[in-house]
């Protein structure tokens, strides 16, 4: 992975300390930041987790971190590494309509939304 991706991710979890777990035990994991790895298997789980009211995850600001995600997604020209990420790792992973956590993407802002709404026009 590119350094700018690996940037991304950094600042991602800067932004949000209480993801600084799901971080370490990624590395631990993988001996190094894949940042779409990070976004599927790590901060997914997570985010659904903290959505969900699971007072494990009651310190993780998951509307922060969708609204960091979009920033993000606004901030990297197509077809940029951080969009890239996002995109294929993050919006293509939401739960759908069968699986827990299914609504969180009511939540998304303008830019993770648009993406949203164009590969899920069902939702």
Do not use: C
């Amino acid at each position: 992975m590119s350094e700018k991706s690996i940037d991304f991710i950094h600042r991602l979890v800067a932004a949000f300390p209480p993801l600084e777990l799901d971080y370490e035990a990624h590395i631990e994991n993988n001996g190094e930041v894949l940042p779409h790895m990070f976004l599927v298997l790590d901060l997914m789980p997570t985010l659904v987790s903290a959505y969900l009211g699971d007072p494990e995850y009651q310190d993780v600001d998951w509307l922060g971190v969708l609204g960091f995600l979009d920033r993000e997604l606004a901030a990297d020209p197509a077809p940029g590494e951080i969009r890239g990420a996002i995109l294929t790792s993050f919006v293509d992973n939401l739960p759908g309509s069968d699986q827990l956590g299914y609504g969180i993407h009511r939540h998304l802002g303008p830019n993770l939304a648009e993406a949203f709404w164009s590969k899920f026009p069902n939702g």
